[in-house]
Nanobody, 122 residues
């Protein structure tokens, strides 16, 4: 499975941005996809996750109510809609995939995209 993350850029605080994660290769409805982010000098952290076929979603407390994860199975693409962006959302965002269920531990994911940088200005 190959993952391609895109959509990052510069946004003002309070603004919105949508990230995309396109999957190719041996895609399967059994895969769950997670979004992670890593800020300079910090560890990679879980942001949100969704199952390809179940639609169940999970969010970190820090983004709950502001970010929305969704998927388009026909396009093999998972989206992360970022609203009410905050400067602390500034990071490189990665999408990752693993079988079956969403978990918050990055080490449990088998496939990773290359990352897309998001900068939120105050």
């Amino acid at each position: 499975v190959q993952l391609q993350a895109s959509g990052g850029g510069l946004v003002q605080a309070g603004g919105s941005l949508m990230l995309s994660c396109a999957a190719s290769g041996r895609t399967s409805s059994n895969y769950a996809t997670g979004w992670f982010r890593q800020a300079p000098g910090k560890e990679r952290e879980f942001v949100a996750g969704i199952k390809w076929n179940g639609g169940s979603t999970h969010y970190a407390d820090s983004v709950k109510g502001r970010f929305t994860i969704s998927r388009d199975n026909a396009k093999n693409t998972v989206y992360l809609q970022m609203n009410s962006a905050k400067p602390e959302d500034t990071a490189v965002y990665y999408c990752a995939a693993r079988l079956l269920v969403v978990v918050a531990d990055a080490y449990e994911y088998d496939y990773w995209g290359q990352g897309t940088k998001v900068t939120v200005s105050s």
